[in-house]
Nanobody, 122 residues
Framework: QVQLVESGGGLVQAGGSLRLSCAAS????????MGWFRQAPGKEREFVAT????????NYAYSVKGRFTISRDNAKNTVYLQMNSLKPEDTAVYYC???????????????WGQGTQVTVSS
């Protein structure tokens, strides 16, 4: 397993942008697929985006496609989530996760970060 630490969350107005980062410990980061999930108050955790270990494959939830971009820098052991044109409904705690393959299902991820809060005001 890897240890994951998210950062970059905060308060932003609707239409604004944020970039989340997830730093991983361990030398095996480049062998993991990475995912971003989010959980809003009173709602279940939902898939946001995922990226394969080399970055060649990405997948997005329909609700964020065209607005969010997932990327990774294996030399820095970091995965990013660039979030543009933010909406109030994007407000949630965002989690990064590491797993064996780029999946939309949270049960396929073995390691999770502690989460970072993103709040979008209208």
């Amino acid at each position: 397993q890897v240890q994951l630490v998210e950062s970059g969350g905060g308060l932003v107005q609707a239409g604004g942008s944020l970039r989340l980062s997830c730093a991983a410990s361990g030398r095996t980061f480049s062998s993991y697929a990475m995912g971003w999930f989010r959980q809003a108050p009173g709602k279940e955790r939902e898939f946001v985006a995922t990226i394969s270990w080399r970055g060649g494959t990405t997948n997005y939830a329909y609700s964020v496609k065209g607005r969010f971009t997932i990327s990774r820098d294996n030399a820095k052991n970091t995965v990013y989530l660039q979030m543009n044109s933010l909406k109030p409904e994007d407000t949630a705690v965002y989690y990064c996760a590491a797993g064996a393959r780029p999946s939309v299902s949270d049960y396929e991820y073995d390691s999770w970060g502690q989460g970072t809060q993103v709040t979008v005001s209208s």
